[in-house]
């Protein structure tokens, strides 16, 4: 049987709401004027807030007017949809069994973000084989051609999943808290980076912190020994503060920044959203492709 092609989902999904709002009948991919861009949130450390992150940072660029998509990359441990209050039926794991496409699995999100949710408790998908990440690839790099920007929401670690995903993306944004253990294992993180990510910079998001200027001292921590030992840079994303209501979100399975638009961890994604839509994209690919192949083949 002909398998159907995973961009025409959402192509499909974008067109029906154009036509719905009277604005275009154009597909996405004709009216995205330049590639879209690739940006993996990995961390250290586990637990330090990279899916609330993308979750929150992906709303925002749908209020920028963005056609966002989203992997939920936590292979065996994926929890996305969860925090977005989605029940999916398909996810990832059907994809690599080869029982459903890319395109099959897709559901939408808040602000309409498209989501590919990972799934939980399956062990054997935290160490995909080859042709495995392959076969997810080609499949995701159709898929990115029909948005503005991808997202993936990497498992905590250096496994090799976390670092093939890494690899992959044009831009990689560490996410560290103020622990000490969060930033040696950042570091730990960025070591690794350094030798498999070809953009050699990454930026920095400090989260949970206290005051502003939290954020700002664990970067300057950081910087001083990769600038010293390692051959990468880092740039300060910025900061998001602790803020008890987006764990409140995580309860009701809505994202702070839907729930609560004016509390301080909404601003603080709001004022990072803005700084990454306003930077120049970096280390495009320069195929027809989206993401980087290099290290897989
Ligand atoms: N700025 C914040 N203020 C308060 N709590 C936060 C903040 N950011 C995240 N949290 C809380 O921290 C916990 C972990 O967040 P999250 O699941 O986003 O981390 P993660 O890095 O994706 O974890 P994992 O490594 O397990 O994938 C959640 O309970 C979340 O509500
Ligand atoms: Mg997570």
Partial sequence: MRKKDPSNRVISLTRRREEKKGLSTKTSRQTRSSKARVIAITSGKGGVGKTSIVGNIGYAFTKLGKKVLILDADLGLGNLDVLLGLAPKYNLSHVIMGEKTIGEILVEGPGRMSILPASSGIQELTHLNKDQKIQILTQLDRLVDCVDILFIDTAAGISSNVMDFNATAQEVVVVVSPEPTSITDAYALMKVLSLKYSGKTCKLIVNMVRQPEEGR????????????????????????????????GVKSQKIVSELFPETLASKCFTDISRKIFNMSPVNVPESGSNLFWRHLV
């Avoid at 020994?225 to 409140?248: A, H, P, Q």
């Fill in 217 to 248: 001292e664990v970067f300057r921590q950081l910087q001083l020994v990769t600038d010293r030992f390692l051959d990468i840079t880092i740039e300060y994303l910025g900061y998001v503060l602790f803020d008890d209501k987006v764990s409140k």
